[in-house]
């Protein structure tokens, strides 16, 4: 097997595909495809029919454009306080936590052990107008007397950025983690200060992994619709929320099927101005 | 006549505790709801889809005292799904199969009066026709129960169990808030509201309380009502639109008032006694979480489930573990004898002139895209 | 904590007295930092374990009533949530391992290999990850219900597998863009064929990735609720079953299973790095 992967060099990312991409393409494209052809459909529950209905498209755009935007822009916020947050914490485990290093890696994911309403019930409890968090942010002046963290948009960015914390910390972590201390050493050797090792050395090798991270959390953020369901109020409500309404209130199946086109086109075309930012050859690895 | 219907079956549906066999009851039986030979037969197995923890469970044998009752009298085994968590997703899940006239391979499904898959199912014909000869035990159905919009002779469906919509407040933060109109406009509670998602719960409730009936709907009466919420969102009068999430802000006194379900706040009472609800002067809304028969479901088993848990003695067993408003006549008396508190308490057991004050939902505007549509975008999606 | 003992402390003696204040408030910054951002991650569950000895007095447990340790000892009291909690463990384990073992090789063709499709496959990865799991969830039950495949365990796996195998590619390409590639090329050197030096050299040092990658395909298995709704036909998972019973209230035994879930893992964690020392201390010994 070892040489005949030698010998045809050009088959081998093939056979490495195969599996995951008919996996995907079974579970994942199909489906999708089925989507697209619904997504351009007309009429009203159950008959709906196969029309080439673009202006789906053009509505889904003109109609809901505040959602739009504030989904892109919450996923945004979001993604960078959860790079803010992770960073350090990551390189506290990736340098100074030595042999711990999974058990730490464990607490960053073990908020999912918990369940999504559970632990979101336990931030309606801890958030609360009368909570402790609250009273202190009025007493220190941060918050006015009568002001609230819940039913704000501070609410459900934080809520994204708590709930999808583990997607940014964990590839960061990879990256971090993979670094060969000497470099650091002799980075300092040069008398380079901290800062400008950390700025020169670390900060560049850890590049990928601040990439996926944003990646991981920003994709997913921009279509979460379950934080400003519970954290926020209809000011905050993001696309998310209008395509679960969508399908399930309104039974408009082809609406919710031509804003998740939209949405996906909006996200990537996020990703390729980020890829511009940062460089494709970092995006696709 | 159905040639397979044989001298077992008629005698395993005596034991169901039919007592007379007439012919037309035979026919009916033997008819089913036009969903083919399945929906005809009585079986074994009784496939009964429900929501979560709404049913009686003993605790210390973790079995369920009705549903193994059902089994001894009848024979007839229960594959209890709790896999209704909300009617919209259940519906979701399960229209693929019921638009191509494909069975579910559910018996009975329950699903609420209040929300559309319900009116959905209906109108398209994706339900199968009860048979009441199996069931008379229907007698014992409230008067107020027996003739709702969406189904006026209960040919189709049956009430599994009730509730009522009104206000709930807090004492210690807020004076009584007995009117819509307080719980709108009292610049007190600014900011210390919340409504439910619901379009009938809280449509309802606006248009009892500008005087118009949420049993008829006119798109002025609609519009009226509409137009009010949006006023009090845009002020931030009502700080969110809610499912039973509102319980623990309520609570905990986060909200002051909140638009509410009654059988929430008989076990949020049990933790904070001060919280108080009551049916608006205007008037309440009551919902009912309803069985039916999907298509292909089994009709002469499901009807005789039906006739089983509408015996008043049945029904009581329920009620005391749910706790909602059971829809059979008898079980308040029932309940008297082991639990007099529990029958006392007008969350459960509302009085007469309590129930008259409570209405119910136009079917057909649960089912009206636009008013949907202009719901949804009111309270924000 | 081995923190003090982190390597570029070496290089003290030779800074003045200023700068080696300076490291020493930076160096317990860092872990005091560290500290407050897990206690930020911990809280949820600290409120959540907290409410496990809760003795509510209703069905609702949301208000402080008093100390009870009744629901740790009837925590099989609750109907169907011991199956539902099996199930997504099983779950989350099985496809957790084949997502990782699919992701983890696609991961290496894309970041290894330059060939025709590489593009769309790398856009393919992506893609699952920006779709709504709403029509996401709906989509792949008509795929179901058309090819008439009876939903229930397997299809809830499948989905799952669907849906982890991107977070796992992601994380295992952050690793291998930066790998070094001179150590495999010199066990090639040494006469090592791919399959051993894969085992040997390239496994071992993307172990951190794939072990992060399973890590979080494991969580999002276990935590998912949209998805798994549409797929799973009559089997309850335990996100499922808290929804569900969210409508009437979540019963104190929710707490006490999440609870057990953390701890549990906790504590397996705890004895691998206990075991893995001692044996380290061991082989020292008899060097």
């Known amino acids: 097997m070892g040489s005949f992967l030698h010998r045809h060099r050009g088959v081998a990312p093939y056979l490495l595909l195969a599996p995951g991409l008919a996996w995907l393409t079974l579970f994942f494209l199909l489906p999708l495809a089925f989507l697209g052809y619904q997504s351009l459909q007309s009429g009203s529950f159950p008959n709906y029919a196969f029309t080439w209905e673009f202006s789906n498209y053009a509505k889904a755009f003109t109609d809901f454009r505040p959602q739009l935007m504030r989904s892109l822009t919450y996923a945004g916020l979001a993604t960078a306080l959860a790079l803010l947050l992770a960073y350090p914490l990551v390189y506290w485990i990736a340098f100074r936590a030595g042999r711990w290093k999974n058990l730490f890696l464990l607490f960053i994911v073990a908020p999912f052990f918990v369940t999504y309403l559970i632990r979101t019930l336990a931030w309606l409890n801890i958030l609360a107008d009368e909570g402790p968090v609250v009273g202190v942010l009025r007493d220190v002046g941060l918050l006015a007397d009568d002001g609230r963290l819940l039913a704000t948009s501070i609410a459900v960015v934080a809520g994204i950025t708590y709930n999808f914390f583990a997607l940014m910390a964990l590839p960061i972590y990879v990256s971090l983690e993979q670094i060969d201390h000497r470099l650091l050493e002799a980075a300092k050797d040069l008398y380079a200060s901290p800062t400008q090792a950390f700025l020169r050395v670390t900060l560049p090798l850890s590049a990928p992994g601040i990439v996926a991270g944003t990646l991981l959390t920003f994709i997913p953020a921009a279509g979460d619709f379950i934080n400003a369901q519970l954290l926020g109020t209809p000011q905050q409500y993001m696309l998310g929320n209008v395509i679960q309404s969508r399908f399930l209130e309104l039974i408009d199946y082809p609406t919710a099927a031509a804003l998740s086109f939209v949405l996906m086109a909006t996200i990537l075309v996020a990703l390729l101005a980020y890829a511009r930012v940062v460089g494709s050859e970092k995006l696709t690895g | ?381 | 904590m081995s923190a003090t003992t982190a390597g570029p402390a070496v290089v003290t003696s030779r800074l003045g007295t200023g700068a080696r204040v300076w490291r020493f408030v930076k160096r317990h910054t860092l872990t005091a930092y560290a500290a407050l951002a897990f206690a930020y991650l911990m809280l949820p569950i600290a409120v959540v374990i907290l409410f496990s000895f809760n003795d509510p007095l209703g069905r609702f447990n949301y208000v402080w009533q008093g100390f009870t340790l009744d629901n740790w000892r009837n925590w099989d009291g609750v109907l169907g949530l011991r199956e539902a909690v099996t199930t997504s463990l099983e779950i989350a384990a099985l496809s957790t391992v084949v997502a990782t073992a699919l992701g983890t090789l696609m991961a290496m063709a894309i970041v290894r290999h330059h060939f025709r499709g590489r593009g769309t496959a790398n856009v393919l990865v992506f893609l699952p990850l920006a779709t709504p799991e709403i029509v996401l969830g709906a989509s792949l039950l008509s795929l179901f219900i058309t090819a008439q495949v009876a939903t229930g365990f397997w299809t809830i796996f499948v989905a799952h597998v669907m849906f982890i195998v991107s977070f796992v590619v992601v994380t295992v390409k952050a690793r291998l863009v930066g790998f070094d590639r001179h150590l495999e090329e010199a066990a090639m050197d040494l006469g090592a064929d791919e399959l051993t030096t894969f085992r040997k050299i390239t496994l071992p040092l993307l172990a951190p990735a794939i072990l992060a990658g399973a890590l979080l395909g494991f969580a999002i298995s276990i935590d998912d609720f949209v998805i798994t709704y549409f797929v799973a036909g009559p089997t309850q998972t335990f996100p499922l079953f808290v929804w569900g019973a969210a409508r009437v209230a979540v019963p104190p035994q929710v707490n006490v299973i999440a609870s057990a879930i953390f701890l549990i893992a906790v504590t397996i964690a705890v004895v691998n790095v206990i075991i893995a020392s001692l044996r380290a201390g061991r082989r020292q010994q008899g060097a």
């Open chain 2, 1 to 381: 006549m159905n040639p397979r219907m044989t001298r077992d079956q008629l005698l395993r549906r005596g034991a169901a505790g039919l007592t007379v066999l007439s012919l037309p009851t035979l026919l009916a039986a033997c008819g089913g709801g036009g969903g083919g030979e399945a929906s005809g037969e009585l079986k074994d197995v009784l496939n009964f889809a429900n929501w979560p923890l709404y049913i009686d469970i003993d605790e210390e044998t973790k079995e369920r005292p009705t549903l193994n009752k059902f089994t001894e009298e009848t024979g007839i085994k229960v594959n209890y799904f709790e896999e209704i968590n909300d009617n919209a997703t259940y519906f979701a899940k399960i229209q693929g199969p019921l638009s191509q006239g494909r069975g579910i391979d559910r018996d009975i499904i329950v699903l609420t009066d209040t929300e559309r898959p319900l009116n959905v199912i209906l109108e398209n014909g994706w339900a199968e026709k009860l048979d009441k000869s199996l069931i008379p035990n229907i007698e014992n159905l409230i008067p107020a129960q027996q003739s709702p919009p969406f189904d006026p002779d209960r040919e189709y469906t049956l009430p599994w169990q009730s509730g009522m919509t009104g206000i709930a407040w807090n004492p210690k933060l807020t004076e009584p808030v007995r009117s819509i109109s307080q719980l709108l406009d009292d610049p007190n509670l600014k900011g210390k509201v919340t409504m439910l998602s619901g379009f009938a719960d809280s449509v309802g409730l606006v248009m009892l309380d500008n005087g118009d009936d949420p049993s008829a709907f006119t798109d002025e009466s609609f519009q009226r009502a509409v137009d009010r919420v949006q006023a009090a969102v845009d002020s931030g009068q009502i700080r969110r639109f809610t499912g039973n999430d509102y319980a623990e802000p309520l609570s905990r006194g986060t909200i002051a008032a909140a638009v509410a379900w009654s059988g929430d706040i008989v076990q949020l009472k049990l933790d904070n006694p001060d919280l108080e609800f009551a049916i608006p002067e205007a008037g309440g809304m009551i919902w009912t979480d309803n069985m039916m028969i999907p298509l292909g479901g089994s009709v002469p088993t499901a009807s005789t489930f039906m006739n089983f848990v509408y015996d008043p003695v049945n029904m009581a067993a329920i009620a005391a573990y749910v706790n909602y408003i059971p829809p059979v006549a008898g079980v308040k008396e029932v309940i008297l004898e082991t639990d007099p508190e529990l029958a006392s308490n007008q969350l459960i057991f509302p009085d007469e002139e309590t129930l008259g004050r409570l209405h119910q939902i136009d079917a057909a505007a649960i089912g009206n895209e636009e008013y949907l549509a202009q719901w949804q975008s009111v309270i924000g999606a």
